[in-house]
C-alpha cells in the first residue's frame, strides 16, 4: 500500500510529520528493526509499525546493530515475557552507550502499566521515545519531536483509544495474514492484564474488516486470521446488529479467501450460531482454539471466567458432532491462587478427555491491578513448576497420538514458507491446526496441496505431495 492510498485525514500532524521524516531519512540510507514480543496482536500492530516506518523511507533491517530507528513492541501478560523486554531494551541501550548511532522507541502493553513504565525510564535513559498502546498512528510525530527535541517524548494515554482505520501495513510473510476485528476485552478474568492495558472492548465496522481481506485477496493473500481477545463476542457496541457469526459467513464469500481461521474465541460466548456457522462455511478451518484455563469449577469461578467444566465439554461435544474433523487447541493456567491437588487433577482429567492437539500451558504468575492479585497465593513456585512439567509431559503423549492418527491420511497443505532447516523443504499448514513438511521448493509457496501424511514427529507432520 502507498502511502498516498491512506486516508490519514483524521491525523494531518501526523502525515506532515511524516513528510518531513522522509526528507530527514531518505538522505540517509537509514534502516528499522522492530522486536515483537507477545500474541498475534501485537505482531498485527508491529506490521503497522513497520508500514509507517517504511512510509518514511527506512528500510527493514535484520537486526538492531544495522538499524538507525529500533522499535521494541512489549507484552505483559506474564512475568517471563516481561522480563525478557527489559533484557532486550536493555541490550539495545548498551548499543547506544557505546557509541551507536540510534533512535529507540518502546511501545505495546507494558507501556499501559504504570508501574513498568516508571520502571522503563528508570532504568533506561537511553530510550528516545514511549508509545501507549492507541498511539501507533502517532509514531510519525513523535518520532520527530523525538529526532527534533533530543530530548525523550512519551505519548501514552488511557487504554481505550478510537480504532484507526488505514494505517499501512508491512511485513506479511507468504500467503497467510492477520485481521484485526476487535481490541480490548471487557471479560476481566481475574489473572489477566490484557483488559487493563488494551481497554474496553471495540469491534471494527465490518464494512473496513471486508474490504481489508478483500484487498489482501487481490495481493495473493489466500488464508486470514480474524483476530481479537474474544472474537466470539464480536459485533456489541457497532450501529448496525452484526454477530461474529454474521461476519464470519460474510468473509466467506469474499473471492480468492480460501481459508478462514480465528482467534481468540470465549467459551462463554461461543454459540450455537457460531458452531453452525464455523460447520456451514465452505472456508472456514477445522480448527478451534479455546482456552479453558482450568479443568475445576473453583478454579474456574476464582478466574471469573463464566462458565462450568461441564458446559465446556458439553461445548466441545456439540462442536465435535457438528464437525468431526475439529481439530482443538487451548490454554491452560496452572498454580492459580487456590488450586489445589483436586483441582489440578481436574484440570489433567479435562485435558484427557478432551484430547487436545495441543495446548499452551503457562505457570500462573500474578500481575498487578488484577483481582487476581489480592488473591493469597497458595501454591509454593516449586509446585507449580511440578505441576507444568506433569501437565506439559500428559499433553506431549495425547499430541503424539493425535498426530498419529494422521498418517497414512491425506490433507489439503497451505504451503507457506521454505524450512528454515532444509532448503529442499516447504512448510505449511494443514486444513486444522497441524502444521506440515514436506519435500518441495519455493514454487509451492501460496498453492494448496493434497499430501499423504507419512510421519508424525513431535509438532509436526511429514508428507509428500499426491500426484
Ligand atoms: N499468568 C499465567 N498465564 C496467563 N495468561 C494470561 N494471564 C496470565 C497470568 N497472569 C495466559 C492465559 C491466556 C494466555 C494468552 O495467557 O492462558 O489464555
Ligand atoms: Fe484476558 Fe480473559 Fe480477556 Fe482473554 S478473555 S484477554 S484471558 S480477560
Known sequence: MKFSDINFSRFE???????????????KDAGYYIKTFGCQMNVRDSENLAGMLENMGLVRRKSAREADVVLVNTCCVREHAEVKVYGNVGSYCKMKREGKNMLIGVCGCMMQQKHMADEMRRRFPGVDFYMGTNMLHELPEIMLEALESGRRQERI????????????????????????????????????????????????????????IASLADQGCVEITLLGQNVNSYGKGLPDKISFAGLLRQVDRIPGIRRIRFMTSHPKDLSEELMDAMAGCEHVCAHLHLPVQSGSNAVLAAMNRGYTREHYLELVTRLRQKMPQIDLTTDIIVGFPGESDTDYEDTKSLLQQVRYDSAFLFRY?????????????????????????????????????????????????????????????????????????LRGDKGLIGRIVPVRIIEAKAHTLYGEIVQ
Open 13 to 27: 500532524p501526523a502525515v506532515s510529520a511524516l513528510e518531513r521524516l522522509r526528507s530527514y531519512f531518505s538522505e
Open 157 to 212: 494515554k488511557g487504554p481505550t483509544g478510537p480504532v484507526v482505520e488505514g494505517l499501512p501495513a508491512s511485513g506479511r510473510r507468504g500467503p497467510s495474514a492477520f485481521v484485526n476485528i476487535m481490541y480490548g476485552c471487557d471479560n476481566f478474568c481475574s489473572y489477566c492484564v490484557v483488559p487493563l492495558v488494551r481497554g474496553r472492548e471495540r469491534s471494527r465496522a465490518p464494512g473496513a474488516i471486508l474490504d481489508e
Open 365 to 437: 504468575s500474578v500481575r498487578r491491578g488484577t483481582a487476581a492479585e489480592k488473591m493469597a497465593e497458595t501454591v509454593p513456585e516449586e509446585s507449580k513448576t511440578q505441576r507444568l512439567y506433569a501437565l506439559i509431559a500428559e499433553q506431549e503423549a495425547i499430541t503424539a497420538q493425535r498426530g498419529a492418527c494422521h498418517v497414512g491420511k491425506n490433507e489439503e497443505v497451505l504451503v507457506e514458507s521454505v524450512s528454515a532447516r532444509d532448503p529442499g523443504e516447504v512448510s505449511g499448514r494443514a486444513n486444522g491446526s497441524w502444521t506440515v513438511n
